[in-house]
Antibody, heavy 123, light 108 residues
Framework: QVQLVESGGGVVQPGKSLRLSCAAS????????MHWVRQSPGKGLEWVSV????????HYADSVKGRFTISRDNSNNMLFLQMNGLRDEDTAVYYC????????????????WGRGTLVTVSS | EIVLTQSPGTLSLSPGERATLSCRAS???????LAWYQQKPGQAPRVLMY???RRATGIPDRFSGSGSGTDFTFTISRLEPEDFAVYYC?????????FGQGTKVEIK
């Protein structure tokens, strides 16, 4: 079954860290660039970060650059997002997503999404 | 940075009716790199269209998309009960990719 399953969300205080994970199954994980996309009531859907299939390239939204780090483990079909220095505005549901057919670097849409994991930043 | 504006905010229609949604970009979207997603409560978005007019795998032909430049349209020819949801457009022609704020299609 083709799916993505996120985990690791929770409630965290401002300035603290959290690590999200995404387990991929049912497709050849190593051939796809993978993304994190978040959704909050205030800001809607927002692309967060991407990592290339071979981990050689990474790209971040300006809003998280320098605080978040994306990584992947192709041996175990896992995607990660290390979030440091969390802020109130990082509160959102975080989705793991796969680059869609025909996507290229900087030109990606998303053809497979996980169910998401909720991150709440609050004191 | 391209900003996408979707209209209307809410569309109230009956099953069997035609739904027409608009997505307007603040700048031209290169190569018509525009996607449409459907999202139901408690679920992740699901891609319906990409490249403005290409249906994603398994998407019924009652869904269609058109447009280029700054003006894009998404149409559901005959609404089925399962089509009532929120729809988002996304441009991926330039970085950063951006989403519209969504159009809710609700049962009248």
């Amino acid at each position: 079954q083709v799916q993505l399953v996120e985990s690791g969300g929770g409630v965290v205080q401002p300035g603290k860290s959290l690590r999200l994970s995404c387990a991929a199954s049912g497709f050849t994980f190593t051939t796809y660039a993978m993304h994190w996309v978040r959704q909050s009531p205030g800001k809607g859907l927002e692309w967060v970060s991407v990592i290339s299939s071979d981990t050689s390239s990474k790209h971040y939204a300006d809003s998280v650059k320098g605080r978040f780090t994306i990584s992947r483990d192709n041996s175990n079909n896992m995607l990660f997002l290390q979030m440091n220095g969390l802020r109130d505005e990082d509160t959102a549901v975080y989705y793991c997503a796969r680059s869609g057919y025909g996507s290229s670097w900087y030109h990606w849409y998303f053809d497979l999404w996980g169910r998401g994991t909720l991150v709440t930043v609050s004191s | 940075e391209i900003v996408l504006t979707q209209s209307p905010g809410t569309l109230s229609l009956s099953p069997g009716e035609r739904a027409t949604l608009s997505c307007r970009a603040s700048q031209s979207v290169s190569n018509s790199y525009l996607a449409w997603y459907q999202q139901k409560p408690g679920q992740a978005p699901r891609v319906l269209m990409y490249g403005a007019s290409r249906r994603a795998t398994g998407i019924p032909d009652r869904f269609s998309g058109s447009g280029s430049g700054t003006d894009f349209t998404f149409t559901i020819s005959r609404l089925e009960p399962e089509d009532f949801a929120v729809y988002y457009c996304q441009q991926y022609g330039s970085s950063p990719s951006a989403f519209g704020q969504g159009t809710k299609v609700e049962i009248k």
